[in-house]
């Protein structure tokens, strides 16, 4: 075949078969670029070889992002895997002109050199997920099987997300241990003891779906706990009508997370644990990627994809006692949906968990898992009363959180707490091979923090901030969101918990709406042609990044997120009023004039400090959209209890959505199918948590 000498020529090889045409392509374009892209795009579209093919769509990214406002960008499928080891500060040339693109597939044919002249990382992929907790990880794994380049990117290790927190035990309708369960009576539970919030069709898309989750586990090697004909032993959980808990130990959240982990290595799912995401980009209210910086060095990302998904957790971190870690579930998801479009549903629905630990105070409200209440633990008041017989004789410690998280705090508050503030929850009258076995983490953490045997001594506890059951404005098929190609998951999304979540369906959800939304956004990947693009967008994202780094006022970032969970405890914690809402609404006024005048300093640690400012950002915009929407629910219902509206209100049975703009919208809730309601049991009012 003739050598083409110029780029019209080279574009005639467009209409040529063969491997020699597509040899002359690959070593050609970089002498004849502008003939290069017309003929990528013939054999993006027709070459069955595989070089080929990622050469030709790098080619067509690399055109699209040197014009990214310039009409359709081409699409394209670089593989993340093989840029992510691109230097930070790479900008790429060819002979006469620049191209920035992926890495390895133009480099590795000695077609582009790199020179350092910028700073950052541009990366493409088909789908980004942002978070690698239990959900995020679903959703990589589900995408990666599905044969679509994806992303994880992360803030904090991946072996080391809140999913590995959770302890007692992930819901399904097996009947391995009560034959009459089923997954429409799990449906059942969950709305009903939602109070009636929770959208029933995702109630019913996750407990349908909820034992092949399962399944899932267990073909990737999961170590549930079995009985000894070899069945997955469930055990009972809060207001569960039957066994329909799996676990491992009260180690469960953990082994999912090192199972989920594990598969992704399997996949060689591409996963950066360090980097923060800021902004989503959009255009015309369609995502075309991210941008954030490396919390190692500072350096930039810019992240160009076909959707995004948001699975970065809730906002439970901006309370003073809390189940989450010091950098974690900050709000970070609900600021990433609301500045890229979105909204928020049912923001003031926050779970407090009856069992938190009181101290040391570095470790105050680290959970003692549910299991230790569904093992036989008996909760006790200073005056050794077991007081859950006030509030819910029939249940007892079996109670939905809410009430028993409400039934502590009344105790504490009336007087009747120990002098540290809390109450007791013992497990010493069980069996030493039970609590060693099927406890096991409730006896190390005790051990470990307060030198504290639990085989023999009760367990000071009081509510902690636990699990945030609004989030993200999301569809209840697909969790689609606002934004066209942007996906919520996890404790990022909402429509499953209403005003109560019961323990175990956060674990269960996550696989389900993982696998759902990874196969939602893979066929949104492949159904696009083209993609528009906004330079003004990942300038305005850079800037941002810049601006905050130059910060260097006197106001302390760490200091002032300790304000807002103070103002979160004192006037937006178990129990509200709406003096006290609106106490905290102005005082997160002036905390946020109080945040333009923050000092950012990186040091020999990193960039962490920079990470810490966005976050007190996300915190801000969290607290505020909680404190405003619980000053708009006008009652008392599950989790969200008013002293001054104690019953609930019929007419606020609806989803409050809260907008950038501060206002709140009543969504109507469909209603529940006949065949579940029939399942739902009247449970005793008896010892009415509020008068």
């Not at 779906?209 to 899932?216: F, L, Y």
């Not at 369609?286 to 906002?315: K, M, P, Q």
Request: charged share 25%; with cysteine; aromatic share 6%.
């Amino acid at each position: 075949m003739p050598r083409p000498a110029n780029s019209e020529q080279l574009v005639g090889l467009s209409s040529r078969q063969g491997v020699e045409a597509e040899r002359l392509f690959l070593t050609l374009t970089i002498a004849h670029y502008e003939g290069g892209v017309q003929m990528a795009e013939a054999f993006a579209g027709r070459s069955t070889n595989r070089a080929v093919l990622d050469f030709a769509h790098s080619i067509l990214k690399a055109q699209s992002m040197d014009h990214p406002d310039q009409g359709d960008a081409r699409r394209t499928r670089l593989t993340p895997r093989l840029i992510r080891e691109k230097p930070s500060n790479t900008r790429y040339r060819r002979a006469g002109s620049r191209v920035r693109c992926g890495y390895v597939l133009l480099r590795r044919e000695g077609l582009l050199m790199p020179e350092h002249t910028v700073t950052g990382r541009r990366i493409s992929t088909s789908v980004l997920v942002i978070g690698t907790g239990g959900s995020g990880l679903r959703a990589a794994i589900e995408l990666s099987e599905r044969g679509v380049d994806v992303l994880a990117v992360g803030k904090r290790p991946k072996n080391d997300a809140h999913t590995s927190l959770a302890a007692g035990g992930i819901n399904a309708a097996l009947a391995t241990m009560d034959s009459e369960d089923s997954w429409q009576q799990h449906a059942a539970d969950t709305i009903q003891e939602s109070y009636f919030l929770a959208n029933p069709d995702t109630a019913e898309i996750v407990t349908m779906n909820a034992g092949r989750g399962i399944q899932d586990l267990v073909r990737w090697g999961m170590p549930f706990a079995r009985e000894s004909d070899g069945r997955i032993s469930q055990r009972y959980f809060g207001a569960h009508k039957y066994r329909r808990t799996a676990f491992a130990g009260d180690y469960t959240g953990l082994e999912i997370q090192r199972t989920l982990i594990a598969r992704a290595a399997q996949l060689e799912v591409p996963i950066l644990d360090s980097v923060y995401i800021t902004r989503i980009l959009v255009r015309d209210n369609v995502v075309f990627g991210a941008y954030g910086f490396d919390l190692r060095d500072g350096s930039r990302v810019t992240i160009i994809a076909d959707a995004v998904i948001i699975a970065a957790g809730g906002h439970n971190r901006i309370w003073r006692r809390t189940s989450s870690r010091r950098d974690e579930n900050t709000g970070d998801s609900f600021k990433l949906a609301v500045d890229a479009g979105g909204r928020l549903r049912d923001a003031e629905l926050v779970q407090f968990h009856p069992s938190g630990i009181l101290e040391p105070e570095n470790a105050a409200g680290t959970l003692i898992s549910e299991a230790a209440r569904g093992e036989g633990g008996v909760l006790r008041n200073a005056l050794g009363e077991r007081f859950m017989a006030n509030y819910d004789p029939e249940r007892m410690e079996l109670s939905t959180r809410d009430r028993v998280a409400l039934a502590a705090y009344t105790e504490i508050k009336e007087g009747r707490g120990t002098p540290k503030g809390g109450v007791l929850l013992d497990i010493s009258h069980l069996p030493r091979e039970t609590i060693m076995t099927r406890l096991p983490r409730v006896y190390q953490t005790m051990l470990e923090l307060q030198v504290l045997d639990v085989t023999t001594t009760a367990i000071e506890i009081a509510p902690t901030a636990h699990y945030s059951m609004g989030g993200v404005w999301v569809r209840p098929d697909d969790h689609s969101t606002d934004v066209v190609g942007m996906y919520a998951i996890g404790e990022a999304s909402s429509g499953l918990h209403g005003a109560n979540r019961l323990g175990g369906n956060s674990l269960i959800e996550l696989l389900v709406f993982g696998r759902i939304v990874g196969q939602a956004a893979a066929e949104y990947s492949a159904g696009i042609i083209s993609q528009k693009r906004s330079q003004d967008a990942v300038d305005a994202a850079e800037r941002e990044v810049t601006d905050t780094l130059a910060s260097d006022g006197q106001e302390n970032v760490r200091a002032l997120q300790r304000d807002i969970r103070n103002t979160m405890t004192d006037f937006g914690g178990v129990v509200r009023d709406e003096t006290g809402l609106l106490e905290g609404l102005r005082q997160l006024d002036v905390l946020d004039e109080r945040q333009s005048r923050i000092g950012v300093h990186p040091d020999v640690a990193g960039f962490s400090g920079l990470g810490h400012a966005f976050d007190l950002r996300a915190s801000l915009m969290a607290a505020r959209a909680t404190l405003a929407c619980a000053l708009e629910r006008r009652e008392s219902r599950g989790a969200h209890n008013r002293s001054d509206y104690p019953d609930m209100d019929p007419a606020l049975q609806v989803n409050l959505v809260w907008s950038a703009d501060g206002s709140i919208a009543h969504e109507q809730i469909p209603p529940v199918r006949a065949e579940i309601t029939a399942l739902m049991e009247d449970v005793t009012q008896a010892g009415k948590l509020l008068e």
